[in-house]
């Protein structure tokens, strides 16, 4: 078991710049969620998706965020344009609907915005 | 309404000591009480997790307790040891098919002196 695996572990962009992130969940997990993690936020929930399908985008900042899932073995968060508040760490977690409610993160995606 | 709070920010065991992390939550449609445990560079991982019907549950060195009336939860750590030495995150979520949609606390750092 890989368990979930999210790319790049570490991003350094600049202002105004597209920044994509990648995650891969664990085979046959069916629930993928994105979350964020800062200093003065902590840990919260962006979205998450059930069998692909977007279920609750309520945290997501603001509409420079998006989210997708095209399939149940990849999903991508992308920032258009990013800013320097965007910088934070941002996991990927999935979990099995239906038999299992734990959740398994992700190593995470530092992003740097300057 | 959808805050988790957590006390204390840090905290500083001997070895061998009692560590006690606590939790408290204001929405009673929490139905999933888990408890995660970060190293630096890694992303969170389920320790323990408890529901509302049981008043507590233990796990070789871990505990929880669960007091439902108080809406109120701690976790508590026997014998603690310099590995342990990681940021506490209490959690809570909705239950079915919302189980990974969790409101974090803020986190306690720990520190187990040898």
């Known amino acids: 078991d890989a368990g979930v695996i999210q790319s790049p572990r570490h991003e350094v962009t600049e202002m105004g710049q597209e920044v994509t992130l990648r995650c891969k969940p664990i085979s046959g997990h069916n629930s993928l969620f994105w979350y964020r993690q800062t200093m003065m936020r902590g840990l919260e929930l962006l979205i998450y998706f059930n069998n692909n399908v977007p279920i609750d985008d309520s945290g997501m900042p603001e509409d420079r965020f998006s989210a997708k899932m095209p399939n149940a073995s990849f999903s991508t968060l992308k920032i258009q344009p990013s800013e320097p508040r965007d910088s934070a760490v941002y996991f990927c977690?999935?979990?099995?609907?239906?038999?299992?409610?734990?959740?398994?993160f992700g190593s995470g995606t530092q992003l740097s915005v300057l | 309404q959808q805050q988790v709070k957590q006390s204390p920010q840090s905290l500083i065991v001997q070895k061998g000591g009692i560590s006690i992390i606590n939790c408290a939550y204001e929405n009673t449609a929490f139905d999933y009480f888990p408890w995660y445990q970060q190293f630096p560079g890694k992303g969170p991982a389920l320790l323990i997790a408890i529901r509302p019907d049981v008043s507590e549950k233990k796990e070789g060195r871990f505990t929880i307790s669960f007091n439902k009336s108080a809406k109120q939860f701690s976790l508590h750590i026997m014998d603690s040891q310099p590995g342990d030495s990681a940021t506490y995150f209490c959690?809570?979520?909705?239950?079915?098919?919302?189980?990974?949609?969790?409101?974090f606390g803020q986190g306690t750092i720990l520190t187990v002196h040898p």
């Open positions: 977690a999935s979990r099995m609907l239906a038999t299992n409610e734990k959740l398994f």
């Open positions: 959690a809570a979520s909705p239950g079915g098919t919302s189980y990974g949609k969790l409101t």
